[in-house]
């Protein structure tokens, strides 16, 4: 870590968590992303699966309020925001 650090390929705010448990935080947040991609394995190329995937992603992130702006729970903004970026009603 430190030489990593060191060498700028990490950033110097990263920790390095110990507990075991901190680290499962991340995989139960994928946890709706990969019930949503498990029927969708199909996908064709390497192409259309990252680009499904970041849509995905990207609309968990606005449902969960990470985006700045845009409350958690406020599905009038998020619709508005979608319509705003994609040209699209949601």
């Known amino acids: ?4 650090k060191a060498d ?14 901190l680290n499962n ?12 991609v498990k029927p969708m394995m199909g ?20 449902r969960k309020g990470q985006v700045k702006g845009i409350r958690k729970g406020d599905n009038v903004t ?3 925001f979608i319509e705003e970026i994609f040209g699209v009603s949601a």
């Open 78 to 80: 998020q619709a508005k």
């Open 25 to 36: 935080i991340i995989e139960q947040d994928h946890r709706n992303i990969k019930r949503i």
């Open 1 to 4: 870590m430190e030489q990593l």
């Open 43 to 62: 996908l064709k190329s390497f192409n259309s699966a990252r680009r499904t995937l970041s849509g995905i992603e990207a609309m968990n992130m606005i």
């Open 8 to 21: 700028e390929t990490m950033a110097e705010k990263t920790e390095l968590r110990q507990i075991k448990y």
